[in-house]
């Protein structure tokens, strides 16, 4: 199973990106999916996932700000972040639990998401 994301970059203070991190390989079935971000000097940190049945859970930094969705067809989970600030630059990471057919937690392979002020 490989997790491909996609999606970061740089943009001004205000704006709004898109990130998108599809699941491959054998896969049976996938419970939660979910984005995590990594500032310079700092430690991981959740922002947002969402369950097989759609359930989400927000960073209270990001509430309210972000939107996290998944196409269960796709096997894709993706992270729509408005209003962005400075300290969003991270880089932000896919996380899913797959059975393949064991259940495991994978990573993707970071995507850079970089706000100027």
């Known amino acids: 199973v490989q997790l491909q994301a996609s999606g970061g970059g740089l943009v001004q203070a205000g704006g709004s990106l898109r990130l998108s991190c599809a699941a491959s390989g054998v896969i049976f079935s996938i419970y939660e999916m979910g984005w995590y971000r990594q500032a310079l000097g700092k430690q991981r940190e959740l922002v947002a996932t969402?369950?097989?049945?759609?359930?989400?859970n927000y960073a209270d930094s990001v509430r309210g700000r972000s939107t996290v969705s998944r196409d269960n067809a796709k096997n894709t989970v993706y992270l729509q972040m408005n209003s962005l600030k400075p300290e969003d630059t991270a880089v932000y990471y896919c996380n899913a639990y797959i059975r393949s057919p064991f259940a495991y937690t994978y990573w993707g392979q970071g995507t850079q998401v970089t706000v100027s002020s």
């Open positions: 969402v369950t097989g049945g759609d359930i989400r």
